[in-house]
């Protein structure tokens, strides 16, 4: 599987990288799991600017034909979003608007985070955008509450329920891609 770990905030300081690498690193701990990390830090899509509906692929900017056989070449992707104001990170929209029939089916996982409530809400705003797509989500999501409090020397430290929802997340995950016809 290749799977995309896509880090949705990109604040100076932000937990996002932290939690991030380690979604990465527990994803690349299962056997047969290409794992490409996309940081919306550094892959540094402008606000939305193509003159075309993302359905007509018609793409003007050579960034956003890279951030669609990005998004092509994965089998699966994981969000991994920040809560702000009760909703989901803006750079998350403006990439997921970038594109339209690439998203289509693609399985998505959810490790959200943020204050009190684990990022439950941005998850709750976002689920309509996913539906759109026409992408494949699961009825769980990773959350992890207060997140400052899991991060040591730009570490993120989880919990053991951390590691036990995300292990469980990226199984059910997996099952969501179809398999390849070998005969
Ligand atoms: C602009 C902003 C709005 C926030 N709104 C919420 C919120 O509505 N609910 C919540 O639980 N945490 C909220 N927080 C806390 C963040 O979820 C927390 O700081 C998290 O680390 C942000 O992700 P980041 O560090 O990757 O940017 C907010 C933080 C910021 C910067």
Redesign the pocket.
């Known amino acids: 599987m290749r799977l995309m770990v896509l880090?949705?905030?990109?604040?100076v300081?932000?937990?996002?990288?932290p939690?991030g690498a380690w979604v990465a690193e527990s994803a690349r701990q299962a056997e047969d799991v290409e794992v490409d990390v996309v940081d919306l830090a550094e892959f540094a899509l402008p606000m939305l600017a193509e003159p075309n509906h993302p359905r007509l692929k018609a793409y003007t900017s050579e960034l956003t034909w890279e951030w669609s056989r990005r998004v092509e070449a994965a089998d699966a992707v994981v969000f991994v979003l920040?809560?702000?104001?009760?909703?989901y990170?803006a750079p998350l929209k403006n990439a997921i608007d970038h594109l339209h029939g690439e998203w289509a089916g693609k399985p998505v996982g959810l490790v959200s985070?943020?204050?009190?409530?684990?990022?439950t809400?941005?998850v709750v705003a976002l689920r309509p955008v996913l539906v759109n797509l026409g992408m494949r989500t699961l009825a769980a999501n990773v959350e992890i509450?207060w997140?400052?409090e899991h991060l040591v020397d730009g570490v993120f430290l989880p919990s053991e329920r951390h590691e036990r929802a995300l292990a469980a997340h990226l199984v059910a995950l997996a099952e969501l891609v179809p398999a390849v016809d070998t005969v």
């Open positions: 880090i949705a905030s990109t604040r300081g932000r937990a996002g990288g939690v920040p809560e702000y104001n009760h909703s990170s985070y943020g204050g009190l409530s684990g990022g809400r941005a509450a997140v400052a």
